[in-house]
């Protein structure tokens, strides 16, 4: 916890000597003067419309994407043909650019609901590959001894499948919770949503208010930290 409380102060203070460099508000402003906007921003009903705005499509999509992928990346696992069928799909979503889905689905769909798909489509995969490579881990012994005891596949799944490949799927939870957030807000900016984080953050590029950029993006980093250390305690203490 030091050495991370020492890090931090380094790097605003590196901050602040590059401020000072430059002097120039519009291009870098001071460390002190961020800081006091993210508690003007804090005090306003509307940080909390636009905080809320992107959580609820990020958590929509999360969601989504962690019940198909992991569906799919096991039934992948488990039958080489479904896996032929569905690795070349995944992998041509993979490699799609953001912009193309933005570009694509905003004029397939209006813009909430392409935010959705946005964010589904770009962490599905990730969910997908874990799934798919935690069933590949599970040791022959294993499978051996569920062909000589067989339960249904619903049994199998609950108390065999998900236990052994729990590693992967945390993995994946960690990944995906930032990201999906950041590509939600990335995605925001480009769709020109009626609320959330991204749309604040283009207002203020519009109106080259560099301090609000920086003051929204370190309530970014607040937010994916306070959202990964709640996660990581949860799993730890439930032992998931």
């Not at 696992?77 to 799909?89: E, R, W």
């Not at 499978?143 to 236990?163: E, R």
């Given at each position: 916890?030091?050495?991370k ?6 790097i ?5 000597v ?21 508690f003007?921003?804090a005090?306003?009903s509307l ?7 992107t959580l ?7 969601i989504i994407?962690?019940?198909l992928g ?10 080489q043909s ?8 995944i992998?041509?979503l ?7 889905y ?9 813009s909430?609901?392409?935010l ?6 770009m962490i599905?995969?990730?969910f997908?590959?874990?799934?798919m490579q935690?069933i590949?881990s599970i040791?022959n ?8 005891y ?10 065999v499948?998900?236990p052994l490949?729990?590693?992967?799927l ?14 939600g ?5 480009f769709v020109?949503?009626k609320?959330?984080i991204?749309?604040?953050l283009y ?11 920086f003051?929204w993006?370190l309530?970014?980093?607040v937010?994916i ?9 949860l799993?730890?203490k439930?032992?998931?």
């Amino acid at each position: 916890m030091k050495r991370k409380i020492i890090t931090i102060l380094c790097i605003i203070g590196i901050w602040q000597v590059m401020a000072l460099m430059i002097h120039k508000e519009v291009i870098l402003p001071l460390p002190l003067y961020v800081f006091e906007r993210m508690f003007v921003l804090a005090s306003t009903s509307l940080f909390y419309d636009a905080i809320l705005s992107t959580l609820y499509r990020v958590v929509i999509s999360f969601i989504i994407a962690f019940l198909l992928g992991t569906m799919l990346g096991i039934l992948s696992g488990l039958y080489q043909s479904v896996k032929d069928y569905l690795n070349p799909i995944i992998s041509f979503l993979q490699t799609v650019p953001q912009i193309a889905y933005i570009l694509i689905l905003l004029v397939w769909f209006q813009s909430t609901v392409a935010l959705i798909i946005i964010i589904l489509l770009m962490i599905l995969p990730v969910f997908y590959y874990n799934a798919m490579q935690g069933i590949e881990s599970i040791q022959n012994e294993y499978l051996d001894i569920m062909k000589v005891y067989y339960q249904s596949l619903t049994y199998h799944l609950l108390h065999v499948y998900i236990p052994l490949m729990k590693g992967y799927l945390i993995s994946a939870i960690q990944t995906c919770l930032p990201l999906a957030l950041k590509v939600g807000v990335m995605a925001e900016i480009f769709v020109s949503s009626k609320q959330g984080i991204g749309k604040q953050l283009y207002f203020a590029r519009i109106q080259i208010d560099m301090i609000s950029i920086f003051a929204w993006v370190l309530w970014m980093v607040v937010i994916i930290g306070f959202i990964t250390f709640v996660f990581n305690k949860l799993f730890k203490k439930q032992d998931f």
